[in-house]
Nanobody, 124 residues
Framework: QVRLVESGGGSVQAGGSLRLSCEVSPGYMFSVTAVGWHRQALGKQRELVAAISSGGRTNYADSVKGRFTIARDNAKNMVYLQMNSLKPEDTAVYHC?????????????????WGQGTQVTVSS
């Protein structure tokens, strides 16, 4: 069973930065095809924000391109989301997800494993 634990959320003013971290349970880092950061704002559907494959390919939602960067450290079993130039509309609960599907870079619905989520609040 893949376990995911997020950390790094918090409150920041618009224009600020935060880095989210996702720890993947040892031994599973290379057995999952993709790890992705998803967010769910109040009253909205969960959306895939950024994803990274086991080979290091990345994909981003249009709304965060140029502002967010996803990266992985295989030695530490960690996946990070660096968020810069934050906007109030980035406010949401951010979840780390993992999937064995080859469509994980693009499709939210194929994700099978989830962390508990971490709140990000951006004030104007």
């Amino acid at each position: 069973q893949v376990r995911l634990v997020e950390s790094g959320g918090g409150s920041v003013q618009a224009g600020g930065s935060l880095r989210l971290s996702c720890e993947v349970s040892p031994g599973y880092m290379f057995s999952v095809t993709a790890v992705g950061w998803h967010r769910q704002a109040l009253g909205k559907q969960r959306e895939l924000v950024a994803a990274i494959s086991s080979g290091g390919r990345t994909n981003y939602a249009d709304s965060v391109k140029g502002r967010f960067t996803i990266a992985r450290d295989n030695a530490k079993n960690m996946v990070y989301l660096q968020m810069n130039s934050l906007k109030p509309e980035d406010t949401a609960v951010y979840h780390c997800g993992a999937t064995g599907s080859s469509q994980g870079l693009s499709y939210r619905m194929v994700y099978q494993y989830w962390g508990q989520g971490t709140q990000v609040t951006v004030s104007s």
